[in-house]
């Protein structure tokens, strides 16, 4: 319930600006008891009342309830219907007649507190008596005393609403009791309204109103003095009273949401029956009713003449709308309530506004009446928020649309397209539902992975990581660490190591690519001696630390203690061959003079060679696992990851830097000493490597130099990992990726041979996807080797584009030369010899002439290699190629005639 005496403050606070909640959000207290009402006590502060003796309290806006402890004379389980405050400090209770432990009912009870509603005591039952002991009057003649309202004017003036039943007859008695000394005496206002139950009272500045079952409606015009008694069982029961200014007021009941504007000498109903609890009033014309169910849940423009649905959202029956801390609040059943923002009980309405930095788009949104904003940036990306800022992976053109949904519908905007031609932000935000580290992340597909969080989450995509879908899990998994997940090669079969969490840890596993999970038993990994030196089930403290696949083989490290003696390690490599049903050690005991954490574990393709990392030791095999030997070296560091590329080339991110070595491990160097917690291979010789909280850099040629691929990533890294065309960073709640095209950047280049005027280009770029290409006469293509065909000869710049979805590389020939004119019976005369050429040596026989020629040598990008003048005269010119690396070039004889001689050189 909403007073309407507050109703232009509510317009100033809320009509005219954005709500920021969603359609009806849900709120658990965790009681599992009915909620009755809720009171706001201050801006941030508020009581709820409910049955079976609940009270509750929040202090932060609503954003956490705590129950309050009661110490009451009798275990006596009081339905507290209402709750009222008079300041931040004194406040009233109204608790309804209840059974006892042995099944009789015992009278109800009103609470009163002076600190705020943390501590409660009862006012007693006499302070209500007349003293006649008349049944008609006096509470204390009576039994099973009820009390169903309660409303504080003042510090002083209290009414709460009372009734009793006749011992004899079974008759009952009811009035509004007044207190003017702040609860200490109370005494009968009103006509005894008999049998039904006073739903509320409230207040405006010049009238009350005391409504319930039965049609009861009472009014005062006094402060209540006295009450004119309107009720009428015409009227069906009455459940909630809006006052507004003057005489008008908004009537929650039986018969859906009236209104009246003399007072309640009238009542006019609504034209649509829509059983109504409660009713919540933005303005003078739009009203909220909850009616129970969902179902019931329905909102009027225009005082109740036509409603229509506003449960969006909603999950459960509802009885009473209360207003607080900027939202309305609606409770329920079962310890749950649900709130919205006033304004989404409007038509919601779309539309934004953007601003553009090369492929990073800031959005605004321009909704009016919103709860939920839903922006999908049209590259598969769909994210909830306010005003977003999106990172576009790749080029090209996306259509944009933002839906909005409050309480009454769901509408989304026009579309908006936006293009993307340049990329500096590396890094696109993913959307997903997580509160805590984001640590491992395993391709089983192109579209498949499976991700993992350090309080147990689990979370699955397939759709190539652009949605990530929470698995079920057990809830006991939140209080363990993981170290490490790997699945076999068939994608189905997974695992997962903790190390960390409790007294034993363990593994789960999946057989469903990641959709289940179950954990293994400590005795899958037993010897059966029972001996805790080499019985992981008979130690204390175990802990599972890297796992590494080979096929259907998978291997992990697990080291325990002595129950005996915490201080007392060992350990050992296992390895499974049947998805985790049996383990066998295949190691010595490496925790014999080894008592740090294992990080990470790998193996060659053939499952001959392989590593485990730990603190500044290695250990190695290269029989399949069957024996292992250690190098120990202070310059190691902590090793964190292991990318192995063959069985002798391993590079290795640890606390010291890049540990590289290329002959498996009997030498090795430091490529950087930067701090590194992750590395991954993107290409051929391309790494990406990062560093917590600092810097994520690539490198395209194996680590030698380095440069940043920083821009737009996350403020926290925390684990590199590839999938598919992306590679992912693993943040802090949050998932970024970048595509592997801005890792393998293009290079352009061509080559091209003549046939006339039809020339055949020979496409050599590399990491590339698409083409563009000018042939210099105002004529283009896309193909990969077009053949062109020139109409004119003379001197063209030809140009080649190639592209892939995030960068551009462009190669231009700035003189090639189309040549096809008949030559005259001089230059038939001339050639070339020898030609082709093994060391670059030519002669060139001009013939007879006694002209003056210029000689020029090209090759195919246009560049002049050679150029010089021939006297008249002179009827051969020696032509040197021999630092030239062998390829075509193209000699041009002029004369100034306007027929150039061409000839193909050959240099092999």
Not at 39 to 64: C, F, N, R, V
């Amino acid at each position: 319930m909403k007073g309407f005496a507050h109703f232009v403050l509510i317009v100033t606070l809320f009509f005219f600006s954005s709500s920021t909640y969603a359609q009806w959000i849900p709120y658990d207290t965790g009681t599992g008891k009915t909620l009755m009402k809720l009171y706001p006590i201050s801006s941030q502060e508020a009581m709820l009342s409910g049955k079976d003796t609940l009270l509750m309290k929040t202090t932060d806006g609503g954003a956490s309830w705590a129950q309050v402890q009661l110490t009451l004379p009798q275990k006596i389980p009081y339905d507290f219907m209402d709750i009222a405050f008079s300041d931040q400090l004194n406040g009233y209770v109204a608790g309804t007649k209840a059974k006892d432990l042995s099944g009789t009912y015992q009278n109800g009870t009103m609470l009163h507190t002076t600190d705020g509603g943390n501590t409660w005591s009862p006012v007693p039952l006499n302070a209500f008596s007349d003293g006649s002991s008349n049944i008609t009057t006096d509470p204390l003649a009576g039994e099973k005393a009820n009390f169903s309202s309660v409303v504080a004017l003042n510090n002083d003036t209290i009414f709460t609403s009372l009734s009793w039943s006749d011992p004899a007859s079974g008759t009952t008695y009811g009035y509004i009791f007044r207190s003017t000394d702040a609860g200490v005496s109370w005494q009968i206002t009103s006509p005894n309204f008999g049998r039904s139950t006073i739903n509320r009272i409230a207040f405006n500045d010049s009238r009350g109103y005391a409504i319930g079952s039965l049609g009861a409606f009472l009014t005062t015009t006094n402060r209540g003095d006295s009450w004119n008694d309107l009720s009428s069982s015409s009227l069906g029961s009455l459940n909630d009273i809006i006052p507004a200014l003057g005489d008008t007021a908004v009537i929650a009941g039986q018969y859906g949401v009236s209104t009246t504007v003399d007072g309640g000498t009238t009542i006019v109903p609504s034209d649509s029956v829509i059983y109504a609890f409660d009713a919540f009033v933005l303005n003078d014309t739009t009203f909220l009713s909850i009616g129970g169910r969902d179902t019931k849940t329905a909102r009027t423009l225009d005082k109740g003449k036509t409603w229509q649905s506003a449960n969006i959202g909603q999950n459960t029956t509802l009885f009473h709308l209360d207003e607080f801390a900027g939202k309305v609040w609606a409770l329920g059943s079962n310890g749950i309530m649900e709130h919205i923002g006033p304004n989404e009980i409007l038509d919601p309405k779309a539309d934004f506004s953007y601003t553009q930095t090369d492929n990073q788009y800031a959005f605004t949104n321009q909704a009016e009446n919103f709860g939920t904003l839903t922006w999908d940036f049209g590259d598969g990306v769909v994210m909830d928020g306010l005003d977003l800022t999106h990172t576009y992976p790749a080029f090209g053109a996306y259509d944009v649309t933002l839906t909005v949904t409050n309480a009454v519908a769901s509408v989304t905007s026009a579309v908006q397209s936006v293009a993307v031609n340049n990329i500096t932000s590396l890094w696109t935000q993913v959307p997903i539902n997580s509160d805590t580290h984001l640590a491992k992340l395993v391709q089983l597909n192109n579209r498949s992975a499976v991700l993992l969080g350090l309080k147990g989450e689990i979370f699955r995509s397939t759709d190539g990581g652009l949605t990530w879908p929470k698995v079920a899990v057990s809830d006991t998994l939140s209080s363990y660490v993981p170290m490490d997940m790997k699945f076999e090669a068939d994608s189905t079969h997974g695992y997962i190591s903790f190390y960390f969490g409790g007294n034993n840890n363990f593994i789960i596993s999946t057989a469903d690519s990641g959709k289940t999970w179950s954990p293994l038993p400590l005795t899958n990994f037993s010897d059966g001696t029972g001996n805790y030196l080499t019985d992981l089930s008979a130690g204390a403290n175990v802990k599972f630390m890297p796992l590494a696949t080979v096929g259907d083989t998978v291997y992990t490290a697990a080291s325990w203690t002595n129950p005996a003696d915490s201080k007392e390690y060992h350990g050992f490599i296992f390895k499974s061959t049947d998805h985790g049903a049996s383990w066998t050690k295949t190691s010595d005991d490496l925790y014999s003079g080894y008592t740090s954490y294992l990080f990470a574990m790998e193996f060659s393709a053939d499952g001959k060679t392989g590593y485990i990392g730990g603190n500044k030791t290695i250990w190695k095999t290269t029989d399949y696992g069957k024996t292992w030997t250690m190098t120990a070296n202070a310059n190691l560091g902590a090793i964190s990851d292991i990318l192995l590329i063959n069985p002798d080339t391993v590079y290795m991110s640890s606390s010291a830097g890049i540990v590289a070595s290329t002959d498996g491990m009997a030498t090795y160097n430091l490529l950087s000493t930067s701090v590194l917690t992750d590395m991954i291979r993107v290409g051929d010789s391309t790494l990406i490597a990062g560093k917590i909280d600092q810097m994520i850099q690539t490198s395209s040629d194996w680590g030698t130099t380095w440069q940043s691929a920083d821009a737009g990533r996350p403020a926290y890294f925390y684990e590199l990992a590839n999938f598919g065309d992306k590679v992912f960073i693993l943040s802090n709640s949050a998932l970024y990726f970048s595509l592997k095209d801005n890792y393998l950047r293009p290079k352009a280049g061509f080559e091209m041979l003549a046939n006339g005027k039809q020339v055949t280009f020979t496409n050599t770029s590399t990491n590339a996807l698409t083409y563009e290409w000018d042939f210099g006469d105002q004529s283009t293509s896309n193909e990969v080797d077009p053949i062109h065909d020139y109409a004119y000869d003379g001197t063209y710049h030809v140009s080649l584009v190639a592209s892939n979805r995030t960068a551009r590389d462009t190669v231009t020939i700035d003189n090639m030369i189309i040549d096809t004119a008949v030559d005259s019976p001089l230059a038939d005369q001339m050639n070339v010899y020898p030609n082709p050429s093994s060391d670059g040596r030519f002669v060139l026989n001009l013939g007879t002439s006694d002209k003056i020629y210029e000689v020029s040598v090209m090759n195919l990008t246009g560049a002049t290699i050679l150029k010089k003048e021939v006297p008249s005269g002179e009827n051969n010119l020696a032509v040197s190629l021999s630092t030239q690396p062998a390829g075509i070039y193209l000699l041009q004889v002029s004369d100034n005639s306007g027929h150039p001689k061409t000839f193909k050189l050959i240099r092999r």
